[in-house]
C-alpha cells in the first residue's frame, strides 16, 4: 500500500511539472489596455511617440496637473499635448488652459471624447461613428491637406469611432477626416475628426482620434506617415510639453510585486517557491505534529450526591422529612416554571394550573389532595411517599409534553 502510495505521488509530481512547462512556454498574452503611457511599450502606449518627438522637437516630460504647472510657470510658450483615450479637464484647468492657449501658444488635445465646456467654448458637437455592420470593422482616416499625403489609412481595431457632426466653420479648419468602407448601395460620406481653431492669440487643434499615437498604429505598415502629418501643424522651434498626467495606465508602479510578476522568469520563480511552501507545510508539517491528548471533562456529581443524600433519608426511617422537602421543592417549581403563586391554593389556583401545566382539572385535585393530607399527617408510609413522587413526576412529565 505504502509503494502504491507514492507512485500517486510521482504522478501528480509529474502532472504539476508538465502543466507548469507548459504554461512557461505558452506565449505571452498581448495587452491590449490603452495606457498611453509615455514609457509603456505595449500596443497602445506611446513609448514611440515620445521618442520620436524628442529628435524632433525639443520636449519637456510634464508629470503634475496643468494648473500646477502653469501656475508654477506662468511665462512658458509652445504646445501642451494631450493624448490618452478620454483627457477630463478641471473647470480651473481648463480655464488655465484656454487662458494660456490665448496669449498665442497651443493647446493639442487627442481624445476620443471632450468636455462640454470646452465643446461650447469652440461651438463644436461631436458623436459617434459605427462600422456598418461588418464582421470586421474598418475605419479610414486621412489627412485633408494634399502636402501631407492624401492617402486614407485604415484601422481595423474599433467598432465605431467619434467624430465632429457641428463646428463653426468661420473660426474651424478641418485637418483630417474619418469615414468608413461603403457598400455599393450607398456613397462614401466623409466625417471631421481632427480641427484647429484660433483661440486669440494662440490656436487649439482636437483629434478625435488619439490611437493614431499609439505604438501599435505607428509602427504598422505606412501609418506613421498619418501621424506624422498631424504633428506637421506644430512649431518645430517651439517647446512642446508632454502630458504625463491625464493617463489612463499607470505612469509608475509603487508595488514591489511588479518587477516579480512584471518578468516572466521571476514570476514563475514566485510562483515555485510558493507551491515549494505550500507542500512542505502539508507533508513535513502533518509528520512533525505532537498527537493533542484527550482531556477527559470532570463529571457533574450533583446528581449522585443528591441521590445519595436522599437514599441517606429513606434507609433511616425519615419520611416525614422526606415528604416536607418534597412538597417544598414541587411548590417551588409551580412557581418558577409556571410563574404561579402556591399561597392560595384554592379552586381557581387548580383550574388555572391544570391550564398551564397540560394535566387535566382530576389529576391536580387528586395531587393536591395527598399534599393537603400529608402535610397534616404524621408517620408517613413508604407506600404513600413513593405514590406522591409517582404523581410529581407524572405532572411534570405532562409539561414537558412526555
Same mark, same amino acid.
Given at each position: ?175 483630417? /477626416?474619418?469615414?468608413? /468602407? ?118 457533574? /456529581? ?101
Amino acid at each position: 500500500m505504502l509503494k502504491k502510495g507514492w507512485i500517486y505521488i510521482a504522478i501528480g509530481v509529474l502532472a504539476i511539472a508538465g502543466i507548469l512547462l507548459l504554461e512557461y512556454n505558452k506565449p505571452k498574452q498581448v495587452n491590449w489596455f490603452p495606457s498611453f503611457v509615455s514609457h509603456h511599450k505595449i500596443p497602445y502606449g506611446t513609448y514611440v511617440l515620445n521618442d520620436l518627438m524628442e529628435k524632433k522637437f525639443p520636449v519637456q516630460q510634464v508629470h503634475v496637473p496643468p494648473f500646477e504647472f502653469l501656475i508654477r510657470n506662468d511665462s512658458i510658450k509652445g504646445t501642451y499635448f494631450f493624448v490618452n483615450e478620454t483627457v477630463n479637464f478641471e473647470e480651473a484647468e481648463l480655464n488655465a488652459l484656454l487662458d494660456w492657449a490665448d496669449r498665442g501658444n497651443t493647446l493639442f488635445i487627442a481624445s476620443d471624447s471632450f468636455e462640454e465646456r470646452l465643446m461650447d467654448t469652440l461651438h463644436l458637437e461631436q458623436t459617434n461613428l459605427y462600422n456598418n455592420g461588418q464582421l470586421k470593422p474598418a475605419f479610414f482616416y486621412e489627412l485633408v491637406n494634399a502636402n501631407l499625403g492624401k492617402k486614407a489609412i485604415s484601422f481595423e481595431k474599433d467598432y465605431y469611432t467619434s467624430y465632429f457632426d457641428k463646428l463653426d466653420t468661420l473660426q474651424t479648419i478641418v485637418l483630417g /477626416q474619418v469615414y468608413e /468602407q461603403a457598400d455599393s448601395t450607398r456613397a462614401i460620406s466623409k466625417n471631421v475628426n481632427v480641427i484647429q481653431q484660433t483661440f486669440g492669440q494662440g490656436k487649439i487643434i482636437l483629434s478625435s482620434f488619439p490611437k493614431a499615437f499609439t505604438n501599435y498604429f505607428i509602427l504598422k505598415d505606412d501609418n506613421r506617415e498619418y501621424t506624422a502629418g498631424l504633428l506637421s501643424y506644430l512649431d518645430v522651434n517651439g517647446q512642446v510639453y508632454m502630458d504625463n498626467f491625464h493617463k489612463s495606465g499607470k505612469s509608475f508602479y509603487t508595488s514591489p510585486m511588479y518587477l516579480f510578476l512584471n518578468t516572466k522568469e521571476l514570476k514563475w520563480a514566485y510562483y515555485l517557491a510558493l507551491i515549494g511552501a505550500l507542500i512542505y507545510v502539508i507533508f513535513e508539517g502533518k509528520r512533525k505534529q505532537r498527537a493533542i491528548p484527550v482531556v477527559t471533562p470532570l463529571k457533574n /456529581q450533583t446528581l449522585a450526591f443528591t441521590r445519595t443524600i436522599a437514599d441517606m433519608y429513606y434507609e433511616n426511617g425519615e419520611q416525614d422529612l422526606i415528604t416536607k422537602h418534597k412538597i417544598a421543592y414541587f411548590l417551588e417549581y409551580i412557581r418558577t416554571r409556571l410563574h404561579m403563586p402556591t399561597t392560595e391554593r384554592n379552586d381557581e389556583f387548580l383550574r388555572t394550573l391544570a391550564l398551564r401545566s397540560n394535566n387535566s382539572i382530576e389529576d391536580i385535585r387528586e395531587l393536591f389532595g395527598l399534599i393537603d393530607k400529608l402535610e397534616t399527617k404524621n408517620g408517613i408510609t413508604n407506600t404513600e411517599l413513593e405514590n406522591l413522587n409517582h404523581k410529581i413526576e407524572a405532572f411534570k412529565a405532562k409539561i414537558d409534553g412526555k
